[in-house]
């Protein structure tokens, strides 16, 4: 009997493929359909297994559902990637799953496509959760990221992109080389390439990007004062994407918007610090009675 490849499970969860529109969607879910649902939206360069603590916790009360974002992980890209024609996503995939009120949790880019689709379809969202993201990111982090990005074309082995990873995530426990199969793909050479379009753009014309990024959040703060439903904002402690100013800032642009730290973690929040992340994601949705 010969080995037969399996995608990844993730913890307690499904993973899974839709089609909306000829366009293939990877997801991961948790819990049954037709509890109060809550809709992850991963970062970019990430993938949709950054919420698998999240996910796996919120099972019992919640059905989750985490889509890798266009042109990440397993899903096909769309035509535009500015912040509208991606949020622009969000309602057929939640039509193809029978939601018409959904809770966001949205992480960097996730978090602005949660303000984003949120402000057009305020009837549609009871709840955001922004994982360290605002109207107002710093420079230098934001290259930081950019620069990481772009960096490596390829890595010879799992165990190099560990260790490069790492060096990149100082307040991440361990990188397990295994599991960056959620996040690398094998090329035909054998080298793995991330399973993401943007460093693949940002080393065709990093310096655009290096000028143009801040078109991304353009209008963000005029959105973000629009939201009526109960936001949390969750800022890493030592993040150097949402500086600690820029939390507050956003914090009271939004009506009815509350602020929380994750402590020893980056702007990668919910991946350096799962356990709390998801303590305070959790309490958030208790304290609004989702």
């Avoid at 490849?5 to 839709?18: E, Y």
């Avoid at 360069?45 to 559902?65: I, N, S, W």
């Avoid at 990024?213 to 703060?221: Q, T």
């Avoid at 009271?252 to 509350?258: H, V, Y």
């Amino acid at each position: 009997m010969t080995d037969v490849p399996r995608h990844d499970v993730p913890l307690f969860g499904r993973s899974g493929f839709t089609l909306i529109d000829g366009r293939q969607i990877h997801y991961l879910e948790w819990g049954a359909g037709g509890s109060p649902a809550v809709l992850c939206l991963h970062g970019g360069g990430q993938t949709a297994y950054m919420f698998e603590e999240l996910g796996a916790a919120l099972r019992e009360r919640y059905h989750v559902l985490a889509p890798d974002l266009p042109d990440h992980g397993d899903s096909d890209p769309v035509d535009a990637t500015d912040r509208h024609a991606l949020a622009a996503t969000v309602q057929p995939f939640c039509a193809d799953f029978g939601l018409s009120r959904i809770a966001i949790v949205g992480a960097s880019l996730g978090g602005i496509l949660a303000i984003t689709y949120a402000a057009q379809r305020a009837d549609a969202v009871g709840a955001i959760v922004l994982i360290d993201v605002g109207h107002r990111l710093e420079e230098a982090g934001v290259m930081k990221i950019m620069d990481f990005m772009k960096a490596h074309e390829s890595f010879g082995s799992l165990e190099e992109a560990a260790a490069e990873i790492a060096k990149y995530l100082p307040y991440r426990k361990a990188v397990r080389p295994e599991r960056l199969r959620r996040n690398l793909r094998q090329r035909a050479d054998g080298r793995w390439i991330w399973k993401h379009g943007y460093s693949r753009r940002l080393r065709a014309d990093g310096e655009l990007h290096a000028r143009t990024w801040r078109n991304v959040i353009d209008g963000l703060d005029r959105d973000a004062a629009a939201l009526r439903c109960p936001v949390l904002v969750l800022r890493g402690a030592a993040s150097d994407v949402l500086s600690d100013e820029g939390a507050q800032e956003v914090t009271t642009l939004i009506p009815n918007a509350r602020l929380a730290i994750v402590d020893n973690a980056g702007h990668l929040a919910a991946g350096d610090n799962p356990s709390s992340t998801v303590n305070l994601v959790s309490s958030f949705l208790n304290e609004i009675r989702w």
